[in-house]
T-cell receptor, first 111, second 115 residues
Framework: GENVEQHPSTLSVQEGDSAVIKCTYS??????FPWYKQELGKRPQLIID?????GEKKDQRIAVTLNKTAKHFSLHITETQPEDSAVYFC??????????FGAGTTVTVRA | GAVVSQHPSRVICKSGTSVKIECRSL??????MFWYRQFPKQSLMLMAT?????????EQGVEKDKFLINHASLTLSTLTVTSAHPEDSSFYIC???????????FGSGTQLSVL
């Protein structure tokens, strides 16, 4: 099955700086890569996703890049704000919605 | 976007009792739903895939007789934790395929505490 590794496990950034989280996956058949933001005790919220037919996608301050050859994808948050503090999960799936999640990254934005 | 409702949000029970968690898709039909378990400060681990009208598919290491899943309609899946023990205490969360492209929608989760 799919194995997703996520780094770093924790990330502390100064407000206004950028944050980058990286994930690798093992199954070359995976073609859908969503990113979720989860606050304590709450449901994961989809913040951005990318399919394997594109290399980059951007939505305001959030961008995701995908390198299918290397089997890795990254989340980039620019101009971080305190409300960006949360746990972020990457995930991958070979098109059947059966997501395999990374271990998560706890992001802390220092004011 | 689609809404997935999950109840209860929190349950505290005594060891040995059974607990039922409901997951409903409110404005769409969900042929497939997924059940995850999340321990504190850990990732979401898929427990099983729930298919309407057929038996659930369990992930390796998940006891199907302990975690009973029923998906009797296109809008409701239930997870019953039978004879719960303290080690079953966890955050249980469901998700459903929304049919809006490759989008999964999550329920609000259930925090189970077994005393």
């Amino acid at each position: 099955g799919e194995n997703v590794e996520q780094h770093p496990s924790t990330l502390s950034v100064q407000e206004g700086d950028s944050a980058v989280i990286k994930c690798t996956y093992s199954d070359s058949a995976s073609n859908y890569f969503p990113w979720y933001k989860q606050e304590l005790g709450k449901r994961p919220q989809l913040i951005i996703d990318i399919r394997s037919n594109v290399g980059e996608k951007k939505d305001q301050r959030i961008a995701v890049t995908l390198n299918k050859t290397a089997k890795h994808f990254s989340l980039h948050i620019t101009e971080t704000q305190p409300e960006d503090s949360a746990v972020y999960f990457c995930a991958a799936t070979p098109n059947d919605y059966k997501l395999s999640f990374g271990a998560g990254t706890t992001v802390t934005v220092r004011a | 976007g689609a809404v997935v409702s999950q109840h209860p949000s929190r349950v505290i029970c005594k060891s040995g009792t059974s607990v039922k968690i409901e997951c409903r898709s409110l404005d769409f039909q969900a042929t497939t739903m997924f059940w995850y378990r999340q321990f504190p400060k850990q990732s979401l681990m898929l427990m099983a895939t729930s298919n309407e009208g057929s038996k659930a598919t369990y992930e390796q290491g998940v006891e199907k007789d302990k975690f009973l899943i029923n998906h009797a309609s296109l809008t409701l899946s239930t997870l019953t934790v039978t004879s719960a023990h303290p080690e079953d205490s966890s955050f249980y969360i469901c998700s459903a395929e929304g049919g809006f492209g490759e989008k999964l929608f999550f329920g609000s989760g259930t925090q189970l505490s077994v005393l």
